[in-house]
């Protein structure tokens, strides 16, 4: 709902004072005295707001203002302060940003439903303004992305429901003003037929500068502070938020070969300049720097001192309190128990050893903070290959994606053909994706969400062998190879008892068979294939 105010020296948008030549020159007059009286008294009139239905909840509020003071420079000499008032009486303090030209703007979260109130102030006292609006508490957006309060190993929505991530990389070009829109349509149109709902953008806020990436692409700059820059940004974000689509940025907010500010005082403007503009948003998470700030060899380019600061920094900006992490070195995860992280991050491990795997995940998962396995299971890339000495089969592929899931992390897919921004995550033609392999995660997700994924939990403790998640009435345990397992711990007793006891065919969850402990109390899989066992009590 668009608001719009009166200041001393701005006309009210609608209504513009101008002469026009059959006016009345006493009634100009008239109008010219009262623009001064506004003008010396510092008086503003009350923000007015264009027709519009409520704001659904979960969405963003943002009101306009037209002001005729010039500044030097508007994104320092002066700060659009807002504090707003929800529904429920409490209040949140904010500010607003600089649109370009006479245009200013603020926006909010809409997070509760009801009549909302706010005051607007310049902080040189040129202009202030006070309205409202109202959010309805009909809505079709699922909330704020968030830490899965009841299970927080997951990621979850402010709804209330857990979100599982399904993770797509995708290179350089996706923001570019020179790669037509309509390509990036069809890529979207394709992103969405096979089943993703995250996307990891690798020149997201800034451009990664390196030939082969970045360079040549025409990505927002959004560094020095440009309105029309952020703009041309935000078009695209609205179009995935329309999708359903998460967006993470994979370069984050300080990019590796980009041209972030380095003074802390540039670095604290561009960050209040970015949350004000993006903060609102549901569907968005931070990601401080990246990739591999830390790595090392004598690579680092940012020390983890200022990985903290700059995480603290950001975190203590943003009312709504998105997600925070870094995107990490291949390796176990240093900010794991950082005060200022609420997920985590992994590069690896990269490797087809499906306990090394599991292992990894797991040892840099935090029992309280989701996880993002980033750079984990990349079709075809540089650095797996290096590792493997080949690339994955379909086979590993599905095996490893299970293994992911079993940990309760966030799978990041990459099809590639050489780095990050190669093969079809560098041009997203959909002509160039290897179609066999989407389709195996496409089936591994699905199955997934066809469970209360949300309630279950790693429990490597409760399976003699393979891979599991359990809750105290669920257990989903994974047998890459088939075999027999015996459950342990609480489960010992629980599974004769359980009410559903499945056989599901990993390779086809489709195809479900009944399972029935042994004599000895093990559960043993229909053959040598992978197999998933469901139990619930």
Known sequence: ????????????????????????????????????LCLFSGWNA?????????????????????????????????????????????????????????????????????????????????????????????????????????????????????????????????????????????????????????????????????????????????WPLDADEYRKMERILNDLAERR???????????????????????????????AR????????????????????????????????????????????????????????????????????LQGPKTPDLATLSRGLLESHHPAKPLLAQETLWSRNTYHLRSLKRDYTDKEIRQNAWVIQMSAAGLVFADNDGNSSTGFTGTLNPADAHPTRHAILRRIWDFMESIPFGELRPAQESVSTGYALASGTSLLAYLPEGGSVRLRGAWESKAPRASQALWINARNPSEKRPAKPDASGAFAAPDQEDWLLWLKQ
């Open 1 to 36: 709902m668009p608001a719009v105010a009166c200041s001393g020296i701005a006309n009210q948008k609608g209504c513009p004072m101008q002469s026009h030549p059959f006016t009345p020159r006493a009634f100009i007059e008239k109008a010219a005295c009262l623009w001064l």
């Open 278 to 345: 993006l903060a609102p948003m549901w569907h968005v998470l931070w990601n401080v720097a990246g990739p591999e700030p830390n790595l090392g060899e004598g690579l680092r380019w940012m020390s983890d001192e200022e990985v903290t600061r700059l995480g603290r920094l950001i975190a203590s900006l943003d009312p709504w309190k998105h997600p925070i992490s870094v995107h990490n070195r291949t390796g176990d995860d240093p900010f794991r128990d950082s005060d200022w992280t609420t997920y985590g991050v």
């Open 46 to 222: 009350s923000a007015q707001g264009t027709a519009q239905s409520d704001i659904p909840l979960y969405g963003f509020f943002e009101g306009t203002l037209e002001h005729g003071r010039n500044y030097p420079d508007p994104y320092r000499d002066v700060t659009l302060h807002v504090r707003y008032t929800r529904p429920d009486g409490t209040q949140l303090s904010f500010w607003g940003f600089h649109d370009g030209g006479r245009t200013w703007r603020f926006r909010a979260h809409a997070d509760q439903p009801g009549a909302w109130r706010y005051e607007a102030e310049m902080s040189d006292g040129s202009l202030r303004t006070k309205g409202e609006f109202r959010v309805s508490k009909n809505t079709t957006l699922p909330g704020m992305i968030t830490v899965h309060r009841p299970n927080p190993v997951w990621f979850g929505f402010a709804g209330g429901k857990p979100f599982l991530v399904r993770g797509l990389h995708v290179g350089d070009r996706f923001f570019a003003a020179n790669w037509p829109d309509a390509e990036r349509q069809r890529f979207l149109d394709w992103v969405q037929e096979n089943g993703y709902n995250f996307l990891s953008i690798a020149s997201h806020f800034l451009n990664r500068d390196e030939e082969g990436r970045g360079r040549g692409w025409e990505t927002p700059k959004l």
């Open 245 to 275: 689509i998460v967006a993470w940025g994979f370069a984050g907010f300080f990019g590796q070969k980009s041209n972030y500010p380095r003074a802390p005082a540039d670095q604290e403007l561009y960050i209040r300049y970015t949350l």
